[in-house]
């Protein structure tokens, strides 16, 4: 059974760079079929696609934030992360890592709070 | 104008049918897309419960249950997401998802409350 689970500082400061990570399990991330997303609720909202990348390096990402966004993956660790450049309040969310094979994300993790503050 | 509109709640009795709209933005066809519904309970991470662009080209998740289902309403240029024989259980939000423009987009979500 595959598992995801994030990790990250649960606290940025405004106008630094939010970095996270998503430990894969139970499943190669190498699957060639395989893309790791990253997905966001802000507290009482719904659901952000922030992007999406592939164990190649592939990426999709969502326009809306304005090429912010860094997607890697490291497949040695089985990991893949996000990082998201000059934050806000508006980035205070829930972040989400999920897999999908293309078409439906069928595994996702916990979730962690980030939360952009002073 | 949101590509993807839903109604932020819903409330139905046990027992009941509760039919959740997603509303496609005028210009985007409906028929053209597969809608992806999810189930969110409180505290959770959202789950798969389908995928539907057809009757005939329609999937659930592993282990969702038949009474979840999928249509659309081609004059409402919405697709729909049917649950019938309501139980307390599935009281949570729900949340349609299409890809468009390449890239994933979510509808607002729908609270649907069980009462």
């Known amino acids: 059974q595959m598992q995801l689970q994030e990790s990250g500082p649960g606290l940025v400061e405004p106008s630094e760079t939010l970095s996270l990570t998503c430990s894969v399990s139970?499943?190669?991330?190498?699957?060639?079929?395989?893309?790791w997303a990253w997905i966001r609720q802000p507290p009482g909202e719904g659901l952000e696609w922030i992007g999406s990348v592939h164990y190649t390096g592939a990426t999709y990402d969502n326009p809306s934030l304005k090429s912010r966004v860094t997607l890697s993956v490291d497949t040695t660790k089985s990991q893949f992360s996000l990082k998201l450049s000059s934050v806000t309040a508006a980035d205070t969310a829930v972040y989400y890592c999920?897999?999908?094979?293309?078409?439906?994300?069928?595994?996702w993790g916990q979730g962690t709070l980030v939360t952009v503050s002073s | 104008q949101a590509v993807l509109t839903q109604p932020s709640s819903l409330s139905a009795s046990p027992g009941a049918s509760a039919s959740l709209t997603c509303t496609l933005r005028?210009?985007?066809?409906?028929?053209?897309?597969?809608i992806f519904w999810y189930q969110q309970r409180p505290g959770s991470p959202p789950q798969f419960l389908l995928k539907y662009i057809s009757d005939s080209d329609t999937q659930r998740g592993s282990g969702v249950p038949s009474r979840f289902s999928g249509s659309k309403d081609a004059s409402a240029n919405a697709g729909i997401l049917v649950i019938s024989g309501l139980q307390s259980e599935d009281e949570a939000d729900y949340h349609c998802v299409i890809w468009h423009n390449s890239g994933w987009v979510f509808g607002g979500g729908t609270r649907l409350t069980v009462l």
């Open positions: 139970g499943d190669s991330i190498s699957g060639s079929v395989y893309f």
């Open positions: 005028s210009g985007i066809n409906v028929g053209a897309y597969r």
């Open positions: 999920a897999k999908s094979s293309g078409n439906e994300f069928d595994y």
